[in-house]
């Protein structure tokens, strides 16, 4: 693990809905896979950019027990948006969530797992919500070397 430290902060997230590509990837090949779709996805984003409320996300969903997940490469739209042809629709829950800024996308796979093993573990307030998409926010006009936004949902414990 790095020896950075990284600054979370619990921020409320609308829920979205967002329309992309969706791949099913093993943790271990997810720097070769997710930005080869990633690739795929920007070659027929055109469409939904001129909807865009905001600009891209990444978004991991359905782990399971052999490291496996959906990766998906998004755009958040509108309700109403139609969906392009050869693309999906993943609708994701508003509510509290880890926030983090990560300077480099390198760097995304360690704070998730610095997250999960020891910010997670720590709190007595939250706990890391396992069942709902984690998020990657790349601004619009996001280019390699600007930071990235991550979003880990929370459930808040009852006490």
């Not at 920007?42 to 909807?51: H, I, K, N």
Request: hydrophobic fraction near 40%.
């Amino acid at each position: 693990m790095s020896n950075a430290v990284w600054f979370i902060t619990v921020t409320e997230q609308p829920a979205r809905r967002l329309i992309g590509l969706c791949a099913r990837i093993h943790i271990s090949d997810s720097q070769k896979e997710c930005p080869a779709l990633w690739g795929k996805f920007m070659q027929g984003m055109e469409g939904l950019a001129s909807v865009a409320e905001e600009g891209s996300f990444g978004a991991s969903v359905n782990m399971d027990e052999k490291s496996e997940y959906d990766y998906w490469a998004t755009m958040a739209v509108p309700q109403d948006a139609i969906v392009p042809s050869g693309m999906s629709c993943l609708e994701v829950k508003g509510g509290k969530y880890a926030e983090c800024t990560v300077n480099s996308i390198a760097d995304i796979g360690v704070v998730y797992q610095y997250i999960y093993s020891e910010w997670g573990k720590a709190q007595s307030l939250y706990q890391v919500d396992f069942t709902s998409a984690w998020l990657e926010y790349y601004r619009k006009g996001w280019q390699d070397g600007d930071s990235v936004s991550i979003y880990v949902p929370l459930n808040e414990v009852s006490i």
